[in-house]
């Protein structure tokens, strides 16, 4: 079993509805829970950043945690085709030692259509 | 100038060739990351340096070889890679601290011939 799974897509939804991408994952040491953007031929840049279970909301978007089930989301409200993008979760355990890096999924694929 | 500037942006290379790639970061971390980036698959984490020391070395190849001289430089010395290798390199750079936010440069794209 993979650490993370997500689902490439691609992702094809009308401009203005609201999308939901999901992760799961398999290593309960995972505190850490991030979302980066990444657009064709740029690195990926952190659009959200949560530690632990629960909710953070910014402007358009949405990240929630379920620790008991294993379970990140992502909601984007009202969608721009301006976030076509790629979207990969990450995690990151709880270390004393500080810099381990962090664990990806494969990103889905977001087509938001005008 | 971007937080994480990485050179040069594409290369292309023979399977004999001996080529590094740069990375520099201008946020003042202490921590740089190697990520592997291919098509299809998740990005792989290769190298971490922690205050200029490795701490992370992921089953890499040893074609692949890492240097960091200080806090903001960090080098991928490549030799004699396989057409496999062919991907996005990225760097990263983060504070170091635990649940560390990591940002990206823009990437190396390299095609091994």
């Known amino acids: 079993q993979k650490e993370v799974e997500q689902d490439p897509g691609p992702l094809s939804v009308p401009e203005g509805a609201i999308v939901s991408l999901n992760c799961t994952y398999s290593n309960s040491a995972f505190q850490y829970f991030m979302w980066y953007r990444q657009y064709s031929r740029k690195g990926p840049e952190l659009l959200m950043y949560?530690?632990?279970?629960g909710n953070k909301e910014d402007g358009r978007f949405t990240a929630q945690v379920d620790k008991s089930s294993k379970y990140i989301s992502l909601f984007i409200r009202d969608s721009q085709p301006s976030d076509s993008a790629t979207y990969l979760c990450a995690m990151s355990r709880y270390s004393g030692g500080g810099a381990d890096g962090l664990t990806f999924g494969k990103g889905t694929h977001l087509i938001i259509q005008p | 100038e971007t937080g994480v500037t990485q050179t040069p942006r594409h290369l292309v290379m023979g399977m004999t060739n001996k080529k590094s790639l740069k990375c520099e970061q201008h946020?003042?971390?202490?921590?740089m990351y190697w990520y592997k980036q291919s098509a299809k698959k998740p990005l792989e984490l290769m190298f971490v340096?922690?205050?200029?020391?490795?701490?992370e070395n992921n089953s890499v190849p040893s074609r692949f070889s890492p240097e960091c001289p200080n806090s903001s430089h960090l080098f991928l010395h490549l030799h004699t890679l396989q057409p496999e290798d062919s991907a996005l390199y990225l760097c990263a750079s983060s504070t170091g601290e635990p649940g560390e936010k990591l940002f990206f440069g823009s990437g190396t794209q390299l095609s091994v011939l």
């Open positions: 949560t530690y632990s279970s």
């Open positions: 340096y922690n205050f200029k020391e490795q701490t």
């Open positions: 946020l003042g971390h202490n921590a």
